[in-house]
C-alpha cells in the first residue's frame, strides 16, 4: 500500500512537533475566526469508552496515570488536530454548589470514577461498581426534587443545590454537617484537583511529544438541562413545562447567574471557550425551545462572551429545527458543534459566515462505515462546503466505540489532508 | 366533531386536562371502554405521523403518552368491571440492549406502543442477546424493539439480531432499532429491518407492519 498522508503527519508530529503545533494551532485558530484553514481541522472527543481499546473500563476511569498512558496512544496513532479527552461523567451541579469558591468550581466540573467513590453520587454508575467491568460509565441522572421545589430553588440556587439537592443525590453527602459529609466534600474537592492537574499534564506530554495544542477550556451549561439533569430527569422537565410553566422560566433564569460564576472561574487562568453540552433541545419543539431553553442558554453565552469567553456548544442530536436561533448570537460567538443533525451541509451553510461549525462525521459510519466508504463521505462533504470556511470535522461528541477499526478512523484524517484546495 | 374526535384532537393538542375530562365523560355516559382505547390506537398513529413531519418532537411524544396513560388508568377498571379485554393488536418484546442501562427512550415507546394497543413485553435494560432469543421463544412476538443512547449499543445489537439469526427465529419477527444514536448505519449493520428516532414513529412503523401482515 502507498504512503498516505496520515501516515506521513503521523511520523511528523513526533519528528517535528513544534511545527505541526504551529501548524494545527493556526488551523484551529483560523476555522474559529471563520477563515479557511490550509486544511480542514480534524477534532475528536471521548469520555474514556474509546480508551478501552488499551485498557479495562475498570481501570481507565479510575487510574488518571492510565489516562495519560492512553492519551499519548491515541493521538499517536490517530493524529487528530484538536483533541478533548475527558474519561469522566457529567458533573456540573458540583461546580455549581461551588459557585462562589472559583478556585474548586471548575475542577470538580467532571466527576471521575474515584470521585463517584468518594461521594456515592446516584447520577452515574461505574464499571466495577455498580456495572460489569468491561462498560463504560453511564449517567443516569434521576428525579431528585419535587415540582413543590421549583420556589426554592428561584430563590437561592446555590443553596438550594447543597442544601437539598446533593444530599439527596448522593450518599455520602445525605447528612450535611456530619463527619461523613464534611470528610467526603473534602475528598472530593481534593481529588478534582488532583484530576485537574493530570489533566494539565496529559495536555503538556500531548502538545511536546505529538505537537497537539491544549484546548483552553472553562464549563457551562444550558439552564434547563441543569434541572433535567441533575433534579427533575429529562421527562420530568418536558412536563413541568406544561404543568408549571412560570417556576420552569423563573428556575432557569435563576440559574443564569452561577453559570456564568462557574464560566468565569478560569478566566484568569486563560480559559477562551466555555463548553457547553446541550441535552434537551432535539427533544423540544420549537415553541418550547424558543420560550423555555433558548432565552437562559442565550443569556449564559452572551454573558460569557462579554468577558472574552467564546462558547462551545455542543448541539446533541438534530438540532436543524432550532438552527436559526443561533443566528441571533453576534458573529464570531463561538463554536456550534453539531452531533447529528439531519442535513448537516445544510446547517453549515446557514451559518456560513457567522459561527465555526464543527461535526458532520456520524459515528456510526465510522464504527461499521469502510476506509472507502469514509473517503468518500468526507470528499463529498468537503466539496460541498468549500471553501470549508470555520468548519472543523468532528464525530459526535457522543463516543466513538474501542471497535471502531483503526482504518476507518485513519481514512478520515487522511480524507482531511487529501481533500484540499483543488482536490476537493 | 363527535366525541370521539374531540376526544382524539385534545390528546393531539395535548390538553391533558381536556383529555382526561372527555374520557371520565364518556365512560360515565356508559359508552364501551374498548371504544374509547380505539381512539387511543388511532391517536397513536396519528401522533406518529405528527412527528414524522416534524410537527411533533419528544417532548410532546412525552406529554401525549403520559396523557394515554392517565386516560387508560382511568379506563382499566371499568374494563375489568364489564369483564372485556382490549383486542391486541400486535405483540412486541423490547428492551433496552445489553451493555446499556439507559430507559428514557425505550420507556416511552412501551407507553406508545402499550396505547396504541400493542402487549408490549418489556425485558429492561441491559438485556442480554439470549433473553430476546429467550422472550421470542416464549412469547411469539410479532415484532422485537432493541433500544439504545449509548454507542455501545451498536454493537449489542448487531450481536443480537446475530443471535435470532442463529436461533433460526430471524423469520419469525420482524425488528426495528431506536434511540438517539441509531441511523441507517446503524440499522445496515445491526440487519434490523427499521430504524428511529422517536417512539412515535416506531409505533407507527409496527402499526403499518401489522396491517400489512393483516392483508
Redesign the interface.
Same mark, same amino acid.
Given at each position: 500500500m502507498s504512503r498516505e498522508p496520515v501516515d506521513e503527519l503521523i511520523e511528523r508530529q513526533r519528528k517535528e512537533p513544534e511545527a505541526v503545533y504551529k501548524e494545527r494551532a493556526e488551523i484551529f485558530e483560523d476555522a474559529v475566526n471563520l477563515k479557511t484553514p490550509a486544511r480542514t481541522p480534524v477534532a475528536l472527543f471521548t469520555c474514556g469508552h474509546f480508551f478501552s481499546k488499551w485498557f479495562k473500563p475498570s481501570v481507565i476511569y479510575f487510574d488518571y496515570g492510565k489516562i495519560k498512558d492512553a492519551s499519548l496512544k491515541l493521538i499517536e496513532s490517530f493524529p487528530v488536530d484538536f483533541s478533548v479527552m475527558a474519561p469522566a461523567a457529567e458533573g456540573f451541579i458540583f461546580s455549581v454548589a461551588f459557585a462562589d469558591a472559583p478556585e474548586i468550581a471548575p475542577t470538580i466540573r467532571f466527576l471521575t470514577g474515584p470521585m463517584h467513590d468518594i461521594v456515592k453520587d446516584k447520577y452515574t454508575r461505574w464499571p466495577g461498581r455498580e456495572l460489569p467491568e468491561h462498560l463504560p460509565f453511564q449517567f443516569i441522572g434521576g428525579e431528585y426534587v419535587e415540582p413543590e421545589e421549583y420556589r426554592q430553588l428561584i430563590e437561592g440556587p446555590i443553596d438550594f443545590v447543597n442544601s437539598v439537592v446533593l444530599p439527596r443525590a448522593c450518599e455520602n453527602l445525605s447528612k450535611p454537617g456530619s463527619a461523613l459529609y464534611v470528610k467526603s466534600i473534602a475528598r472530593f474537592a481534593f481529588e478534582g484537583s488532583k484530576f485537574t492537574s493530570s489533566l494539565v499534564d496529559i495536555n503538556a506530554a500531548l502538545a511536546k511529544n505529538y505537537g497537539l495544542p491544549p484546548f483552553p477550556a472553562t464549563f457551562a451549561y444550558a439552564p434547563l438541562d441543569f434541572i433535567g439533569d441533575f433534579l427533575r430527569h429529562p421527562t420530568g422537565v418536558m412536563l413541568d413545562i406544561r404543568r408549571h410553566p412560570d417556576l420552569v422560566k423563573q428556575a432557569a433564569e435563576a440559574l443564569v447567574e452561577p453559570i456564568v460564576k462557574v464560566g468565569l472561574a478560569l478566566k484568569p487562568l486563560g480559559a477562551k471557550y466555555a463548553f457547553i453540552p446541550l441535552h434537551l433541545n432535539e427533544m423540544l419543539p420549537p415553541k418550547l425551545y424558543n420560550e423555555f431553553y433558548w432565552p437562559a442558554l442565550k443569556e449564559v453565552i452572551l454573558e460569557l462572551y462579554k468577558s472574552d469567553i467564546k462558547s462551545f456548544v455542543f448541539f446533541e442530536g438534530d438540532h436543524m429545527p432550532h438552527v436559526d436561533t443561533i443566528l441571533e448570537l453576534p458573529k464570531g460567538w463561538g463554536i456550534a458543534y453539531f452531533e447529528r443533525p439531519k442535513d448537516f451541509i445544510k446547517v453549515y451553510e446557514k451559518l456560513r459566515g457567522h459561527s465555526c461549525v464543527m461535526g458532520g462525521i456520524p459515528v456510526s459510519l465510522l464504527h461499521s462505515g469502510t476506509p472507502k466508504k469514509i473517503d468518500e463521505y468526507v470528499k463529498k462533504l468537503l466539496k460541498a462546503t468549500a471553501p470549508n470556511e470555520g468548519l472543523i470535522l468532528a464525530p459526535g461528541v457522543a463516543e466513538i466505540t474501542p471497535e471502531t477499526p483503526d482504518a476507518n478512523l485513519k481514512a478520515l484524517i487522511n480524507a482531511a489532508l487529501k481533500y484540499i484546495g483543488e482536490n476537493r | 366533531m363527535s366525541v370521539s374526535e374531540e376526544f382524539i384532537k385534545s390528546i393531539l393538542e395535548?390538553d391533558?386536562r381536556k383529555a382526561l375530562e372527555i374520557a371520565r365523560r364518556r365512560l360515565e355516559a356508559g359508552e364501551d371502554p374498548l371504544k374509547i382505547l380505539g381512539d387511543l390506537t388511532i391517536a397513536a398513529d396519528k401522533i406518529g405521523e405528527k412527528y414524522e413531519k %416534524? =410537527? +411533533? +418532537?419528544? $417532548? *410532546?411524544l #412525552?406529554?401525549a403518552g =403520559?396523557i394515554m396513560k392517565g386516560i387508560s388508568e382511568l379506563v382499566r377498571p371499568k374494563l375489568k368491571e364489564l369483564g372485556k379485554v382490549r383486542e391486541v393488536v400486535g405483540k412486541l418484546v423490547i428492551g433496552t440492549v445489553q %451493555? *446499556? @442501562?439507559?430507559d @428514557?427512550g425505550k /420507556? @416511552?415507546a412501551v407507553t406508545m406502543a402499550e396505547a396504541a394497543g400493542f402487549e408490549v413485553i418489556d425485558l429492561g435494560v441491559d438485556v442480554p442477546p439470549e433473553k430476546f432469543v429467550e422472550a421470542i421463544k416464549q412469547y411469539n412476538p410479532n415484532i422485537v424493539g432493541m433500544s439504545c443512547l @449509548?454507542? #455501545?449499543g451498536? =454493537?449489542s445489537m448487531k450481536k443480537t439480531v446475530d443471535a435470532i439469526k442463529e436461533a433460526g427465529l430471524r423469520d419469525r419477527v420482524k425488528i426495528i432499532i431506536g434511540g438517539?444514536? #441509531? *441511523?441507517e448505519? $446503524?440499522k445496515?449493520?445491526a440487519g434490523a429491518d427499521a430504524w428511529t /428516532?422517536s417512539a412515535a414513529e416506531g409505533v407507527r412503523i409496527m402499526l403499518k407492519w401489522i396491517r400489512e401482515k393483516a392483508r
Open positions: - | 395535548l391533558e %416534524g =410537527e +411533533f +418532537f419528544i $417532548a *410532546d #412525552v406529554m =403520559e %451493555g *446499556d @442501562i439507559h @428514557i /420507556n @416511552i @449509548i454507542t #455501545v451498536l =454493537e438517539g444514536r #441509531v *441511523d448505519y $446503524a445496515e449493520y /428516532n
